[in-house]
């Protein structure tokens, strides 16, 4: 199972907009709305921040957001803020009852 | 409050064994399923395999299919995630993960996280 393709890095100024693209295929992403996303701070354990392509966690912040259009899910931070920047990973549920990582994303505040 | 806690850091030998428990707490254990996921040293994170701790049925990554057992003690709520014939890329920190919807035939996202295990193979 090939990793799902995320953008290596992303960057924005405070109070902007960014969004993080997931590209996966008909088998994975694009086949079921199984899919996650997960903010690493260096050093820290990775932590839920979007399930079932727009279904936020309780205590996640509304800043976050994600969609999904074909093979493509993304992760969309509004009003950036210092803490956002970090490390994220999106993961899709696949074809063969699997999960499978994109590569990350690092996430820079300017 | 949902609490995993994991065993601690090991340095074993290539072609050892490796057992790593992730004690649960704070809620039902046999009401979410627990996935492993790695992440190599200044790597991304690697989904390794998934058990539901109802009945005890297993989904494997194939990167790591037939090295790697996953089991479950319900008596203490304990996972553990058994790995052999451990190569230097085997080097990273495992963690285990809870299911964030309940139990089902198959893996749900990872709804919370234990610490982290650090396991270094090395001679």
């Known amino acids: 199972q090939s990793a799902l393709t995320q953008p290596a890095s992303v960057s924005g100024s405070p109070g902007q907009s960014i969004t993080i693209s997931c590209t996966g295929t008909?088998?994975?992403?694009?086949?079921?709305?199984?899919v996650s996303w997960y903010q690493q701070h260096p050093g820290e354990v990775p932590k839920l921040v979007i399930y079932e392509v727009n279904h936020r966690p309780s205590g996640v912040s509304n800043r976050f957001s994600g969609s999904k259009s074909g093979n493509t899910a993304s992760l969309t931070i509004s009003g950036l803020q210092a803490d956002d920047e970090a490390d994220y990973y999106c993961a899709s549920y696949t074809r063969s009852s699997t999960w499978v990582f994109g590569g990350g994303t690092k996430v820079t505040v300017l | 409050q949902v609490q995993l806690v994991q065993s601690g850091a090991v340095v074993k030998k290539p072609g050892a064994s490796v057992k790593v428990s992730c004690r649960a707490s704070g809620y039902t254990f046999t009401r979410n399923g627990i996935s492993w996921v790695r992440q190599a040293p200044g790597h991304g994170l690697e989904w390794m395999g998934w058990i539901n701790t109802n009945n005890g049925d297993t989904i494997y990554a194939q990167e790591v299919q037939g090295r790697v057992t996953m089991t479950t003690d319900t008596s203490t709520s304990t996972a553990y995630m058994d790995l052999r014939s451990l190569r230097s890329d085997d080097t990273a920190v495992y963690y285990c993960a809870r299911d964030v919807g309940l139990i089902a035939a198959s893996p749900d996202s990872f709804g919370s996280w234990g610490q982290g295990t650090l396991v270094t193979v090395s001679s």
């Open positions: 008909s088998s994975d992403v694009g086949g079921y709305n199984y």
